[in-house]
């Protein structure tokens, strides 16, 4: 009841703070930068850099791996990683997320790369967490709203603020599917939250007839949703498809009116690592303020952003035109005169799409320097060669030759892992 209050508390309090932000967006944004600041005299990690010369935009820029390297000295908690790991590998297996270290939750996060990162979160945050995604996700309402949610993980974030009014509903991907028919059935939930591939596994139930629910709101959650599955499954449910973009560093952005994501600017800091010459696309350097036990300051994601300028449903906050993928995926070629070019995969991805529209799915991995293999779901055989013929026409427009594209005979993919229309298995 008290955890329930809170999340009361600081939703009353977030409403408040949306109209002082339209009246003094800086001054709110800035004692809140003061007050996080203040806090990371806790971190081992940030004290260092906390002298009488301080500037935030002195602080390193972090990513991954440096935070885990880290992992001791940068939380506030006292909790070493051997302890957090340990913890949360037994979670994984048994898959009972209730175990906590003095009331910190902790999540363990793949990622989509595979390379795991560990996440601490206290009560307060919790509260907080789940305040915004009430705010801006949910929506709230005097009427009773049943959410089913599907994760590779449940967490003390979310089934800690079941009340009559809400009622979360975990799903764990890890099992398998058809047991989960019947609970959907039973459930009927007016609001759906899933990946992608989890979601467009439910469209194919709903269209052999087998499950009959009808959500009023469906929300894309941890893969990248593709314009091609967004159409797809506002076909089905005859709904608009709504996103949340998350991370085991933070709750990033969420969906307009308009249908854009928009970052959290009124707890996150955003600031712009631009990788192409006309400035479209970025990596989000990110500062959560609102992890105060594991400090999340000036973390760079590895997310491709693409830019979108002035959305037309009033937000001020900066919208995200596309989520494109990681950097990781981005396909390197070298051109006739040598020079390496980079093809990004929202590229990729429109050359097979817009290619032949009786494609069902798709994958194009770059193997090697010069060998690509493409994965095609189509009834007829002639769609792979349409879907190569372009690729290969693209890339000659580029001055890119010798390119070899064999076809894949299956999907790399399991349910419970993210899913990867564009992967890069080449490293140099």
Not at 70 to 95: G, H, P, V, W
Not at 234 to 256: N, P, R
């Amino acid at each position: 009841m008290y955890f329930k209050l809170k999340i009361l508390l600081y939703l009353m309090k977030i409403k408040i703070e949306k109209k002082l932000i339209l009246l003094i967006p800086n001054v709110i944004l800035d004692f809140k930068k003061h007050l996080y600041i203040h806090s990371l005299k806790r971190s081992k990690f940030y004290k260092l850099y906390l002298n009488k010369d301080f500037n935030f935009f002195s602080l390193p820029v972090i990513n991954k791996s440096i935070f885990m390297r880290n992992f001791d000295t940068i939380n506030t908690c006292d909790i070493k990683l051997k302890q957090a790991k340990s913890i949360a590998y037994e979670s994984e297996k048994s898959r009972d997320f209730s175990p906590m270290i003095n009331n910190i939750s902790i999540g363990l996060s793949t990622g989509t790369s595979g390379n795991q990162s560990l996440f601490l979160i206290g009560e307060n945050e919790r509260a907080k967490w789940v305040a915004y995604i009430l705010d801006r996700v949910i929506n709230l309402s005097y009427k009773s709203q049943k959410i089913a949610f599907f994760l590779r993980a449940n967490n003390q974030l979310y089934e800690s603020s079941n009340s009559k009014l809400l009622q979360f509903n975990f799903f764990d991907i890890y099992k398998d599917f058809n047991i989960h028919i019947k609970r959907l059935n039973k459930l009927k939930p007016d609001i759906l939250i899933a990946q992608p591939s989890v979601l467009r596994l439910i469209c194919e139930k709903i269209n052999d007839g087998v499950l009959t629910i009808s959500p009023k709101k469906i929300i894309s959650i941890a893969e990248v949703l593709t314009e091609e599955d967004k159409k797809y499954f506002k076909s089905v449910f005859s709904v608009k498809i709504e996103q949340v973009y998350q991370s085991a560093e933070g709750f990033l952005a969420f969906t307009c009116k308009e249908g854009f994501l928009h970052f959290n600017e009124d707890f996150l800091i955003v600031e712009k690592k631009y990788i192409n010459k006309e400035k479209t696309k970025f990596h989000p350097i990110i500062t959560d303020l609102i992890r105060k036990h594991q400090p999340i300051v000036r973390y760079e994601l590895d997310d491709i952003i693409t830019l979108k300028d002035n959305c037309r449903c009033g937000n001020n906050f900066q919208a995200i035109k596309k989520i494109e993928g990681r950097s990781d995926d981005i396909f390197k070629f070298k051109n006739k005169e040598h020079k390496e070019t980079i093809i990004f995969p929202d590229i990729l991805r429109r050359k097979i799409v817009m290619s032949d529209n009786r494609i069902n799915d798709y994958q194009i991995t770059q193997k090697k320097e010069n060998h690509v293999s493409l994965y095609i779901n189509s009834k007829h055989k002639e769609s792979f060669f349409i879907a190569k013929k372009s690729i290969l026409e693209y890339l000659r427009n580029l001055g890119i030759q010798n390119i070899k594209i064999t076809k894949s005979p299956k999907l790399n993919f399991k349910l419970g892992d993210k899913k990867r229309r564009v992967i890069n298995e080449y490293k140099k």
